[in-house]
C-alpha cells in the first residue's frame, strides 16, 4: 500500500517535506494547497502532485494523510479539520501558541481516534537518537545532567519573529522537546530561564530576545541546561551532552566536509551545515519514514500531540520564569 | 531536456547508480539489462524502466547514455557498441584488465568522438573535492608529498579476486586515479610498488596480495604514498593528506555518527561509515550529475577513458615493480 | 635576587606549590610549617627547605613571601599576621567562607600595602589563558554568552565537603572567578542557581548538594552558564566556551595521551587527566611565576584579594538562589 | 644512592639533557664540557655543575655516567674512552655515520661490559609508548602495515646538513629505530626508498634530499611506512599509525593549547608544538629516567648500542636503495 499525502503550505519547511516524500518508499505526495501560486507550483512540479484547496484535500478520500506546513495561527483549526475528516496528520510544531488552544484541539484529536505527530524533527537525527539508544542501552547510567546548546546561524525576519510566540515557543521548543526526549519519560517540574537581546536590539524592540537559557529540573533532580542564540557566526550549532553515573554521552556538531587545512596559522576545519535544512535533512526523511510506518503499521505515533503540549508548557513557564526572575513550577 | 539512460548490468553497483539517477533532475533511467532476472526486476520495480536486451537499449533512439556496470570482460567491447551506436557512455573503472585493450577501446570512441566517462567517483566525493581545491586555491603552496590510505572492511569473496586483474588493477587503481587528480596534470613518472599476504592466505595462494603499498615519483620530484589494505575491522578507511611548501590539507574519514561516548575506558567514537555505497553515496550522486551536465552542456568529461587508461597503466607498472622489486619507469 | 618564600600547610595542594617553586628560576622554598610531621618531612626531604613554626617563618627577615596552604579557617588570621610581618602573601582560595570575614583581612592587607595573590590556578591555565587572549584580541567580537563546564572525578572526602563551605563555594567558586576572567572587567550583577543531589546521598545529610549549575547575568546582558558535578568517570572534565558576535572560542579536555585505537567497536581516545594535580601543573607553576615576577618588578599582582571576595559574594549570591528559588540580585 | 652525571658537550641538545637532569629525582649534574665558553658557562649557572675537561670528567671517580651530546664524529672514540673509564654512557645518535666504526665501538662496549644507551627518545614518548602498549596488549591484533610521518618545521642550517650524513641517517634514523620499536622484535628484512628535492635546491646541491619515503618489509611480510620532510609550516609533525589484524591503534600530534577558534572561516586550532626540545621535553625525561632506573637496578638498558647500529644499517640501505631505485635487501 502507499500513503498518499495532501500538503497544507508550500513554503520552505513544505518543500523539505515534499522533497523528504519523494525519497520514501511507500510513500506519495498527490495534492499541494499553498496560496501562493509561485510555492504551490514548485512542489507540483517536482512532484507531479496537483493542486488543490484545503476542503478539496480533505475530501479526497484516496488521500490518507495531510502535512500541515501552513503558518502557526491555521495549525489547530486545520488539524481539528483533517481529524474529522480522517486523515492521518503530521503538524509542524507548534499546534498553536496558546496552550489552551491546544488542549482544545487535542481533544477532537482524540475523540476522533486521529493519528496526530508533532514535526519535533530532532528526535530522528541520526547522531541525537544514537545518543539516545546510548543512553537506553545503559550506557551512561543514571542521568543526572543534560546539556543542549541550540545557536541559529542568524536571526529569522523581524516579521518573522514578531508572530512566532517568541524564542522560547519558537526556537527553545525544539531543544525542550528534546530534553524531555533525552529524559525518556521523566518529566521536568520547575523551570528557571533567562534571555537578552544581544544580537539585533530591533529584536528586543519586538518584545523578544535573541539569547537565552534554561534551566529545567525533573522530579527527581536532574538538570537540564539550554542554551540559545539567535547567532553563530560558523553555521548552525546543535550539540547534545548527557551526563550520568556511569559516563557521558554528547552528539557532536557537523562539518561542511572532513578536510583540515594546517599551515602556519594552525589546524582550520570547515564551518557547519549552514542551517536546519541541510543540517536535518536526513532527519527530516527519518521523521516522514516513522509517521508513514505508523500508519502503515497501526503502531502509535511518536512524538504525539501531548508531546507537542507539554513542550509548549515548558516554553510558557520558561516566559513566565525570565519575567517573575525566579522559578517557576510546572503542573506535570 | 531529460537524459534518458540505459542501465547494463544490475548488480550492486549498477543498482548504486540507479538510485543515484532517481535524485538527478533532468535525468531518468529507461531501460535495464541483466541476465539475472532478480537484479533486473528489482531495478525495474524501484524505478518504473523497463528491462531490456543491450541491443534492444542501443537501438533505442530515445535512450541518450548508457551506464555499463556489466563485469569487467565485457566494458570494452559494450563501450565500442554504445560509441558506434551513438551513445554517451559512463563506464565503472577498469576498461579493461589489458591496457593494449584499453587502446584499442579508446580509437573507437575517439573515431566515434563518443563522450565517455569513467567511474572514478572519488574525485566526486566531497571532501576529496574539498581538498582539491584547497589545493588549487593555492593553499598548500607546491605540493610535495600525497598519502593516500585506502582498506576495505573486508575482502571481496574469492571468486571476486581472481577475475578482479589483482588489488592493484582493482582496488589501488581508484588511489593511482586519485593520485593523478591531486597532482592536477603532472603525470607519475616512476613507481615502486610493494604487496603481502596478511588477510587471508587464499588471495595468496589465488595469486594476488591483500596489503600493498605503492610510491609514486612525479617529473618534478613530487612523491606519492599509497597504502591499501583489505581490511579494517572499524569500516571503510578513505584518507588523504597533501603536504606543501605553505601547508597541508587532509581529509578525514567519516563515521556513522558525531556521537561520542565517555567514561572509565575513555573515549568512544563510532565506527566509520561501512563501504563504499554508504560512504560515497553523494559522490555516486554528484559523479553522475557531472556526467548528465557534461552532455547537456556539451562540456569535456572527466574523468575520461584517457584517465581511464593512465591509471591501469600505474597499476601494471605496480605489479610489475613488485614482482621485479625495483623501480619501474613509465611511459607517460 | 632570588625570592625566598615560607610554606605554610604541607597537604596536597602545599605539596604542589612547593613542587612548582623548585621549577621557578629566582625562587627558592626556604621553610616549611606543617603540624603533621610526615607531611612537613616530606617537603624538607624534597626542597631541602628548614621545618619552621608560623612564628618563626614570619620573623625569618630573609624569607620574602609566604605561601598559605593552611585549612580555609586559618587562611585570614594567617593573612593579617603576614601583612602585619611585611611579608608578600599567596594565599589558596577561599580567603574565608564569611564574605564579612574576607573584607575585614582585606582592610588589614590595605592598610600595609601588602601584595596579595588569591589561588585561582585556572587562570594560569595555558589554555583558557589563549581563550582569554583570542577575546582580548577582539577574534570573538562582543562576547554574548559564556559556558562552564566543571566536573571533579569524584567527590572528596565527606569530612572535607562539611568544612568545605559547600560546592558553591569549594567547588564552584573557582567557575566564578573564570567566568569574571573571561568577561575581563564587566561585572555579574545577578545570579540563578540550582543544584542536586545525585552523586551521593551522603552529601545531601551533610547539607550540600553534588551536582549544580548557576545562570550570571553582567551588566550588558551577558549570559554566562556554569554546571558543575562531583563526578566524572572519564577524568577530570574542564572545559570553556565563549560565543560572541563574530565567532566563538572554547577550550577543550586534556587526554592523557594522544593515542587512538580503532576496531569494531569504534575509535577510542584515552581519558582525560586524573585531577587537578595533572592538569594544572603547569598553570600552578606560572600562577607562581606570576607570583614571584610581581614581586621582583612591583607590577600589580592577580588576582588579587579583592578577586577573592567577588567570587565568594557570588558563590553566596548562588546559595541564596538555589535555596530561595529565585534570581538574586549581586551588589556591584 | 644519586648517580651522577658528566656532560660532554652543552650545544642545544646536551642543554635540553642537562635540564632534564635537574627534574629527576636520584640524578645531578656534576661536571660539564664544551670548549665554547658561553655554552658551558651556560649549563654551570643552571645546574650547579663545573666545567671540566673530557679527561677530568673520566677521570673523575664519583661520575657514574657521562652524556655525550658532542658533534657526531665524536661519539665512538668517546664511547671508547668512557666505557674503559668505566662508566655508564649515555649517547646521542647515531654512534657513528659509518656501520663498520660502529661495530668496532660496540665491540669494546662489549668488552668492557658497559651499560650503554643511544638516544632514541621517541621510545620514551608518551603517545608512542602507549600506542606499542596497546599492540602488546594484543588490541590490534597481528601488525600488518605501519605508518610513520616525521616532518620537521624547517631544514637545519646547511652546514649542519653536510656533516650529517644525509636525510635518512640523520633524520629518518630516528624512525627507522621506531619502526623497529614498533614490530617488537621482527626485524626489517628489505627496504625500498626514494628522496627529492623540494624544500631547497641548495639541500640537493650538498648531495641530500629534503623529502623522503621508505618501505620497509620484515620477515613475515609486514610493511612499514616512513615520510619524512625537512618541511612543515604547522609545528612539528610527528604522527604512527599501526594497522593489524584486529584494529588499528594512531598516536596524534600534539598541538600548543586545545584552544579552537569558529567563525566565518570555519573552525581554526592551534599549531603543533614547534619542534623536538617542547614535543619531546618529557620523552627527554623519561629516557633519561629510564637509564638512571637501569643503572640504579642493574636492570638492562633500551635502547642499546645493537639498536643503534641496526637503525643505522637500515639508514645505509635507504640510500643505496633510493641510489639503486631497487629494493635493498638488508642483512638481519
Redesign the interface.
Known amino acids: 500500500m502507499t500513503i498518499s499525502f495532501g500538503l497544507l503550505g508550500a513554503g520552505r519547511i513544505g518543500k523539505t517535506h515534499a522533497t523528504a516524500i519523494l525519497?520514501i518508499p511507500g510513500a506519495k505526495l498527490t495534492a499541494v494547497y499553498d496560496p501562493v501560486d509561485a510555492a504551490a507550483e514548485h512542489i507540483v512540479k517536482m512532484s507531479g502532485a496537483r493542486r488543490a484547496s484545503v476542503d478539496e484535500i480533505l475530501a479526497d478520500k484516496s488521500i490518507h494523510a495531510v502535512l500541515i506546513c501552513t503558518p502557526t495561527d491555521m495549525h489547530a483549526d486545520q488539524i481539528e479539520l483533517a481529524a474529522k475528516a480522517g486523515k492521518a496528520i503530521f503538524c509542524e510544531k507548534p499546534v498553536d501558541l496558546s496552550a489552551e488552544r491546544v488542549r482544545a484541539c487535542l481533544k477532537v484529536v482524540e475523540a476522533t481516534k486521529t493519528k496526530l505527530m508533532i514535526g519535533f524533527n530532532r528526535r530522528f537525527d541520526?547522531?541525537f537518537a544514537?545518543?539516545r539508544h546510548?543512553i537506553d542501552a545503559g550506557?551512561?547510567g543514571?542521568v543526572?545532567?543534560v546539556?543542549i546548546?541550540s545557536?541559529d546561524p542568524g536571526p529569522p525576519p523581524l516579521e518573522y519573529i514578531k508572530r512566532s510566540g517568541g524564542l522560547f515557543r519558537d526556537m527553545m521548543i525544539h531543544d525542550l522537546d528534546l530534553a524531555r526526549f533525552l529524559l525518556n519519560g521523566e518529566e521536568i517540574v520547575?523551570v528557571?530561564a533567562?534571555g537578552?537581546?544581544?544580537?539585533d536590539s530591533a529584536i528586543g524592540e519586538a518584545g523578544d530576545v535573541d539569547?537565552?537559557?534554561a534551566?529545567l529540573?525533573s522530579k527527581?533532580?536532574?538538570?537540564v541546561?539550554i542554551?540559545n542564540?539567535r547567532?553563530?557566526?560558523?553555521g548552525y550549532?546543535q550539540r547534545i551532552e548527557i551526563?550520568g553515573?556511569?559516563?557521558?554521552?554528547?552528539?557532536?556538531?557537523?562539518?561542511?566536509?572532513?578536510?583540515?587545512?594546517?599551515?602556519?596559522?594552525?589546524?582550520?576545519?570547515?564551518?557547519l551545515l549552514n542551517f536546519f535544512m541541510e543540517r536535518y535533512a536526513d532527519a527530516y526523511r527519518s521523521e516522514l519514514q516513522s509517521f508513514v510506518t505508523a500508519i502503515e503499521t497501526g503502531s502509535p505515533i511518536s512524538p504525539s500531540g501531548l508531546d507537542g503540549l507539554k513542550a509548549l508548557e515548558l516554553a510558557d513557564a520558561c516566559v513566565k520564569s525570565m519575567q517573575s526572575?525566579?522559578?517557576v513550577v510546572v503542573v506535570v
Chains 1, 2, 3, 4 share one sequence.
Open positions: 525519497g541520526t547522531n544514537a545518543a546510548r550506557d551512561v543514571t543526572e545532567l546539556q546548546v545557536r520547575s528557571s533567562t537578552s537581546v544581544l544580537v539569547t537565552a537559557t534551566t529540573r527527581s533532580g536532574k538538570i541546561v542554551t542564540s547567532r553563530a557566526t560558523y550549532d551526563h553515573s556511569k559516563g557521558a554521552v554528547s552528539a557532536a556538531n557537523i562539518h561542511t566536509n572532513t578536510v583540515t587545512l594546517a599551515n602556519v596559522d594552525g589546524y582550520r576545519e570547515a564551518p526572575r525566579a522559578e
